[in-house]
């Protein structure tokens, strides 16, 4: 069975920091590009950071580039989210989910997701 | 970044046919992918580049589209069906999603 599993949310002050883990099991995490999707309370699914399966191509939107540093240790079956600077808009589930190795780390849809961990950013 | 609309909410009755739809502010060509959430759950794929249905999920749903204007179609609709539905692009950078419809049984 395929479980992605996430940890390290909480509640946070504005400007700390904060790292998610997300280790897979299941499935060949190794052979995976990966990203980390977030759902800020009753909003909608925002994709934040992708990583391709050798973890040398990183990718990010606009509103977390350099702040947030998406890695991974494929011997670990482990993704990783640094975020740096965190911001009151960062509060959201943050899910991890994986994407299809055949095509770009932007172009693939969401396979398998993880059930999310909330990280919350407040004084 | 492309916007995708959808309508907000859905009601319908069991064994019906439900259309429900996803228009994007530019072309995504196939890159267009479905998702189907219940509250308090992560998203679970359904259908992937516009009609590909993903592994273990019925024949029920099946997806339509090109271009701009897609279509998740699920028929019949059964009582577990209850839920929000997102649409996601990843033809146009960034990757962006609809804003969920809920889907609610008579």
């Known amino acids: 069975e395929v479980q992605l599993v996430e940890s390290g949310g909480g509640l946070v002050q504005p400007g700390r920091s904060m790292k998610l883990s997300c280790a897979a099991s299941g499935f060949t995490f190794s052979y995976y590009h990966m990203a980390w999707v977030r759902q800020a309370p009753t909003k909608g699914l925002e994709w934040v950071a992708s990583i391709s399966i050798g973890g040398d191509d990183t990718y990010y939107r606009d509103s977390v580039k350099g702040r947030f540093t998406i890695s991974r240790d494929n011997a670990k079956s482990t993704l990783y989210l640094q975020m740096d600077s965190l911001r009151s808009e960062d509060t959201a589930t943050y899910y991890c989910?994986?994407?299809?190795?055949?095509?770009?780390?932007?172009?693939?849809?969401?396979?398998?997701w993880g059930q999310g961990t909330l990280v919350t950013v407040s004084s | 970044d492309t916007v995708l609309t959808q309508s907000p909410a859905l009601a319908v009755s069991p064994g019906e046919r439900v259309s429900i739809s996803c228009r994007a502010s530019e072309g995504v060509t196939s890159y267009m992918h479905w998702y189907q959430q219940n509250p308090g759950q992560q998203p679970r794929l359904l259908i992937y580049k516009t009609s590909n249905l993903a592994s273990g999920v019925p024949a029920r749903f099946s997806g339509s589209g090109s271009g701009t204007d897609f279509t998740l179609t699920i028929d019949p609709v059964e009582a577990d069906d209850t839920a929000t539905y997102f649409c996601q692009q990843s033809w146009n950078d960034p990757n962006t999603f609809g804003a969920g419809t809920k889907l609610e049984l008579k």
């Open positions: 989910a994986s994407r299809p190795p055949t095509m770009g780390i932007t172009f693939g849809w969401f396979t398998y």
